[in-house]
């Protein structure tokens, strides 16, 4: 149980071009997720709270407009990283806290972000 | 705000040395510490959730503490499949930077 996928898990794209990144969770339902952005060998940067049927919640430097956050259903939410750049080539991860009221997130197996 | 700091940043043991893994912490109300393991270009697999002190898990060879200050990650005769970087975390939000684990053979 508790399984949470991604996808693409990997992507290459052109600068100045969009990539959307799926998250979803299988096998519960999620009232929140989380997108991280990871960086080699440093640990997870949370970027965005993700609610059901509201608009997400961004940290603190995060470009609203840059990375685009949607949660549509409870086992889906997008994140589409608008414009991209080299500098935002990244390994993003999302996660997923089951509604049953426990606090564990759920990982999914992250997606690896190459802009050329 | 919360802070979490994980000791050592990276530790080398021998196949069937035993030793621990130290997350300390600050948090305004604790409301559980996590820990995951991370392997290589994956995501993070969940292994413990603790919520009180004196709270012990197990699950194989690891066996996860709490006290009001920190935690601990014991690993029990490790094999080389436990190398990965074990991170904890609290609030949910907060992730210390991991201890990279390499159990040589």
């Known amino acids: ?116 | 705000e919360d802070q979490v700091t994980q000791s050592p940043e990276a530790l080398r043991l021998q196949e069937g040395e035993s030793s621990s893994l130290n997350c300390s912490y600050t948090v305004s109300g604790l409301r559980g510490l996590f820990w995951y393991r991370q392997d290589p270009g994956k995501g993070p697999e969940f292994l413990f959730t603790l919520y009180s002190a004196g709270e012990e898990k197990e699950k194989e060879r690891l066996k996860a503490t709490l006290t009001k200050k920190e935690s601990f990650l014991h690993i029990t005769a490790p094999k080389p499949e436990d190398s990965a970087t074990y991170l904890c975390a609290v609030g949910q939000l907060t992730f210390g930077s991991g201890t990279q684990l390499t159990v040589l053979p």
């Open chain 1, 1 to 116: 149980g508790a399984v949470v996928s991604q996808h693409p898990s990997w992507v290459i794209c052109k600068s100045g071009t969009s990539v959307k990144i799926e998250c979803r969770s299988l096998d519960f339902q999620a009232t929140t997720m989380f997108w991280y952005r990871q960086f080699p060998k440093q640990s997870l940067m949370l970027m965005a709270t993700s609610n059901e049927g509201s608009k997400a919640t961004y940290e603190q430097g995060v470009e609203k407009d840059k990375f685009l956050i949607n949660h549509a259903s409870l086992t889906l939410s997008t994140l589409t990283v608008t414009s991209a750049h080299p500098e935002d080539s990244s390994f993003y991860i999302c996660s997923a806290r089951d509604q049953g009221g426990y606090e564990t997130q759920y990982f999914g197996p992250g997606t690896r972000l190459l802009v050329l």
